[in-house]
């Protein structure tokens, strides 16, 4: 078995999507940054992105059982609801999943995006905690779980997550919620795209403390592919 990384110039999505057809049974992140590591602009990711990574974005959702996403993100990036090519929702029905995959905010505030919550027949996931989830002004159609007391436990929530059957979880940022899960190590899988863009100092997510690892995590690159200067890496556990 070869185990060398895939390397080389691809022409478009189609090419791509091969490369990202088998979603790890656990979180597989995906985040965008700068070629000088800033992970968004003007407070928005979508600012550094182009279409083809819009595309793929959409591609790594219908592989999910779950999209993952920080409450600050969800709000920034004005989420909504999931939708799906025809061509994606068939590739899942023959999966037997006949819905595309709900969207799951981690969120003290229980602050949802309005926009999130237009569509009753997919309601979001609301991932909070509990003295938020007693609160009775939270919108009617969420499902709320809860994972800790005063404040989010994110690995507390992505267990919920696969309790329920949600083992494909599509994390999409932002950089607070990628470092918590890092640092419970709860990431068996991270795409990183790499924009030709300079994006200076962006304080988006910042950390109020340094990170309790140890000792960086290892990973392993399983390719490396370049389309319009943009390049797509994907790395494993």
Known sequence: MNDAPRVGVVSGIDELAAHYAEPPDGVRANMIFSADGAAAFGGRAGSLSCPTDQRLLRLLRAFADVVLVGAGTARAENYGPVHLTDDQQAFRNREGR???????????SGELPRRLLSDP????????CATTAVRDDLPEDVRVMVAGEDSVDVAHAVGLLREEGLRRILCEGGPTLLDELVDNDA????????APKLAASQPVGQRLQPSGLARPITLRLDHALVHDDYLFLKYRR
Not at 121 to 128: K, W, Y
């Open 187 to 194: 990431v068996a899988e991270i795409c990183v795209t790499l």
């Open 98 to 108: 006949t819905s595309p995959p709900p969207i799951a905010v981690v969120s003290r």
């Open 121 to 128: 027949q997919q309601p979001p996931i609301l991932l909070t």
